[in-house]
């Protein structure tokens, strides 16, 4: 099995996180893998050794982007991409789906991909729509926020969660697959595997290696991707005020009793 | 007055088996503030609640035929609302911000070759086009959106409106709409569904109160669920109470499961975990009972007891029995 895995580069979440004046993400101080990606490349390396495959790392981003690429070549991807340009900068989800969908079916130019993996949101904009936009992009049928994954023969089966029900669905191959952190327990590399991952191939790209094509773009007649190709843009961008200090007290025998009063005071309805 | 859209709002409408989704009727509201045109609903199942989409504002609801194909596919929802829209010309297409809505949205934007915004938490008009409210960044900044070309997709979590009944609306009038399903949307084959028990509670998304257990309740809930039954509230938890097997996967609050935004959350035995905080952030009030003064989810506490959870949730519900009589 032939297998892509999306990968992103977000600041670390634990870190003083901004947006710029143009409401977009601040970039590069602190930047580490997608923590939901490692389970991304986990479930795709995992498909791979079942089914005797290899694992093909992607990522649209600047530069120092190559480090998550890097962190999934240690995890056990064979190969990476690197799209970087900065015509890309400032897409939104819809653009970033097209450059991804561009780089796969280039992939693809070499030997059919079949899967595309992702996980289920990046951990910066939180949206869970690149998975579902990337599968449009592609024309491919998509099993989506799985916390299970199996493969027999070119079917694929996931379980997904959604609302109030458990789901079972399958699909024939080539598909879009995203997985929630549910679905696996990410390895960490091993000294011989970092050292590994230090020979593996890493391939960039620039938007002109690529060609990007999708019905809704060119009915509009507009650029395709970046900040000005963008379907969406941020128009004011503020640090939310803290919540106020609240009333904190130490239980010496009645705080139920104020709990009581407090959510009394406070539960609607 | 303000501002408002003159064409079609069209709102995905989500059904609860047969009734309408509470989501939904907040999204139906928001519609008929935005427009002075018409609102119409799209409807993922052949029998909509018409009585329920008209009191909320609907005058039409298009009905796709979905061929016997599941709506619960991402492709086949999808394509069913663009065929909708395709019908209906809207000015706008408004969805409840679930995973499931979400996907929908990011579909409908790739299609239209417009944008979509997801997790909105207002939505008004002005020089003629919806400016969106979100909050990113796990609550730490508030900014407004637009979508720049096209027909603009707008996702709004659930609770982020209060729905308000029409007086004297007759029932939305359903059309269908035949749809051109492509392959990648027939190949998903559902293979089994099983809704979770609801145990007679408030779906977690929607509730008003929310009562969370953390790695504090160690194992036990039933203070938990005592205290959310107390409130009316559903019943939420972190990642490592189902991680630990104490309580099912889909009461997990935080990026990877439910976002909450109720008007009174009660964390028991809570950290405060950034993947927990992620989904509860927006939650209106804030009280936490933990016996680790130094929990960090105390910085978000508009009440924050320090003490055994065992002692004080006993207390506090008796309390609440003795007070409602």
New interface residues.
């Given amino acids: 099995m032939r297998i892509v895995v999306c990968v992103k580069h977000v600041p670390d ?2 870190s003083e ?3 710029d004046d143009a ?1 977009h ?1 601040v970039r590069g101080e602190d930047d580490v893998l997608n923590e ?1 990606d490692e389970n991304a490349v986990e479930a795709a390396v995992t498909l791979a050794e079942e089914t005797g495959g290899e694992v093909v790392a992607l990522t649209a981003g600047p530069e120092d982007a190559v480090d998550a690429l890097r962190r999934a070549l240690q995890m056990g991807a064979d190969a990476a991409v690197h799209v970087t340009d900065e015509r890309v900068a400032g897409s ?3 653009g970033t ?1 097209r450059v991804l969908a561009a780089a796969v079916r280039k992939i693809g130019e070499d030997a059919p991909v079949d899967l595309v993996v992702t996980g ?2 990046s ?11 990337l ?3 592609l ?7 799985a ?1 299970e994954v199996t493969v027999a023969g070119r079917e694929l ?1 996931v379980t997904r ?12 191959l080539p ?1 879009v697959l995203s997985v ?3 679905a696996n327990e990410p390895r960490y590399p091993s000294f011989p595997a970092i050292r590994a991952a230090k020979g593996k191939p890493v391939t960039t790209w620039d938007l002109d290696d690529l060609t990007l094509a ?7 007649g ?1 650029p395709e991707v970046g900040a000005s190709g ?11 005020p803290p ?1 106020a200090a ?6 010496s025998g ?11 005071a ?4 | 007055m303000a501002e408002q859209l003159s064409g079609t709002v069209l709102v995905v409408a989500d059904h609860a088996g047969s009734a309408l989704s509470g989501p939904s009727t907040e999204v139906l509201t928001l519609a008929r503030s935005l427009t002075a045109g018409p609102v119409a609903a799209v409807a993922l199942t052949g029998e909509p609640d018409t009585a329920a989409l008209g009191r909320f504002g609907a005058g039409t609801v298009y009905v796709p035929d979905l061929d016997g194909l599941s709506p ?4 086949v929802a ?1 394509e069913a609302v663009l065929a909708a829209v395709a019908q209906a010309r809207p000015e706008a297409v408004l969805l409840v911000s ?3 809505g ?6 409908l ?11 909105a938490t207002g939505v008004s008009v002005a020089d003629g086009t919806l ?1 969106v409210a979100k ?16 027909v603009p997709v707008v996702a709004v979590k659930p609770t982020a409106v209060t729905a308000a009944e029409l007086p004297d609306a007759g029932p939305a009038e359903p059309v269908a709409v035949p749809v051109e399903f ?4 027939r ?10 028990p ?1 145990g007679g509670r408030a ?1 977690l ?1 929607e509730a ?2 929310v009562v969370v257990g953390g790695r504090g309740v160690a194992g036990d809930f039933s203070l938990v669920e005592e205290l959310a039954d107390l ?2 509230g559903a019943v939420g938890a972190t990642r490592v109470a189902t991680d630990e097997g104490w309580i099912d ?2 009461a997990q609050i935080g ?2 499961g439910v976002t909450i935004s109720p ?2 959350y ?1 964390g028991v035995g809570v950290s405060g975990a ?1 993947h927990h905080t ?1 989904g509860m952030q927006s939650a209106e ?3 936490v ?1 933990n016996n680790d ?1 130094d929990a960090p989810i ?11 959870a065992t ?10 029995r003795r ?1 409602r009589g």
């Avoid at chain 2, 619960?72 to 492709?75: K, L, M």
């Avoid at chain 2, 002692?311 to 609440?320: K, M, R, Y």
């Fill in positions: 979440l634990q996180r901004s947006l409401g993400l939901l939104d989800v819809v789906a289920m949101a951990m910066d904009g939180l949206t869970a729509m690149l998975p579902s936009a599968a449009a992009s024309e491919l049928p998509q099993l989506t926020l916390s089966t969660t959604i609302g109030d029900a458990d789901e079972v669905q399958a699909a024939e598909l929630t952190d549910q999708t019905a809704g773009a060119e009915a509009d507009g963008a379907g969406t843009a941020v128009v004011t961008a503020a640090p939310r919540r609240g009333r904190i007290i130490t239980d009645d705080a139920g009793t104020e709990l009581a009063e407090f959510l009394l406070n539960a609607p309805g | 619960t596919v991402a492709a999808a679930s995973f499931a979400k996907e929908i949205a990011a579909r934007a790739v299609a239209l070759g417009s944008g979509a915004i997801v997790d400016v909050t990113v960044l796990q609550g730490t900044w508030d900014t407004t959106c637009v979508v720049t070309r096209g492509s392959q990648a949307a190949a998903v084959r559902v293979v089994s569904r099983t809704e979770h609801g779906p998304s008003k109160v409130l009316g996967h889909a990026q990877t008007r009174l009660v950034i992620a009030t804030v009280v009972v003064a105390f910085e978000m506490a508009d009440l924050g007891v320090v003490g055994d002692e004080v949730l006993p207390q506090a519900i008796a309390e609440l007070r």
